[in-house]
DNA sequence: TTATATGCAAAGTGTTTGCATAGCA
DNA sequence: TGCTATGCAAACACTTTGCATATAA
């Protein structure tokens, strides 16, 4: 793996949230800095990092991948009706098993997510007067 | 949410899954009993079902969907590589705090699903070699 | 009877890819 | 120098949607 500007401003660009951005969101960032930078260059960029487990792909609901900077245990809310993403309180973060209990494969494991999913507040609202 | 053939019949071919099909795997099985059923009613119906919680929509990865015929807790291995995902042990799955503790907000919590992310042994092996 | 579900096909969305050029090592 | 990465645009894969018709309640 190269490095190269576009590379490292990506990667910058990713550090600096906090949330999941989707592709275009970090493409659109990144654009104020490489205005001439493609899209597909995000997209291939983003790839490779997470391969190489320096960033995660999320695949979190809603059609669009999300990336996260920081490839840590993360629990999230998904609603089944609007597909938003919320993400819960650090401290709901349970003790997982040891990675190693996974079995006795040669499965390399890099981390993990925790996802909840049902109604979101607005939805679960919505729902209660039909 | 009337009741129809079709929606039966992709209910029932979900059932006979232990696996987590795709849309177009349910959708050429359901065709065997309903020959001239079109993709967008899967597409919707699956959509109609995991809204009400019947079923389960899954993102894991791959740029596809998946449908799950049990909405129960479950823990899924999804490699970064080549997007595989390998259905975990049973008795992997850790008790998860019990879901009132997510907040106090409102939120209807219909399940969770926990997933770890890594290289599945063959991309693993592959990746020693390079 | 009438509102919801269907089949069909077209449109949409997000992502990937081929190719010629640029640029890192 | 040689091989990987880029920009651009076209192609792709999967999913959603509009519309006229059929059907459950």
Chains 1, 2 share one sequence.
Do not use: W
Not at 108 to 123: I, M, R, S
């Amino acid at each position: 793996m190269r490095n190269t500007e576009q590379k490292s401003v990506i990667l910058e660009v990713l550090q600096t949230h906090k949330d999941h951005p989707t592709a275009d969101q970090i493409y659109s960032e990144v654009r104020e800095r490489l205005p001439r930078i493609s899209l597909g260059t995000v997209y291939r960029n983003l790839e490779k990092m997470s391969q190489a487990g320096v960033i995660l792909k999320l695949e979190l609901g809603g059609g669009q991948k999300r990336f996260d900077p920081t490839p840590s245990d993360h629990a999230h809310f998904r609603c089944v009706i609007c597909s938003a993403v919320e993400d819960l309180p650090e401290d709901l973060r349970i003790d997982l098993p040891e990675l190693s209990t996974l079995d006795n494969s040669k499965r390399v494991v890099l981390g993990n997510t925790l996802e909840y999913y049902g109604y979101c507040e607005k939805c679960a609202a919505e729902r209660q007067l039909n």
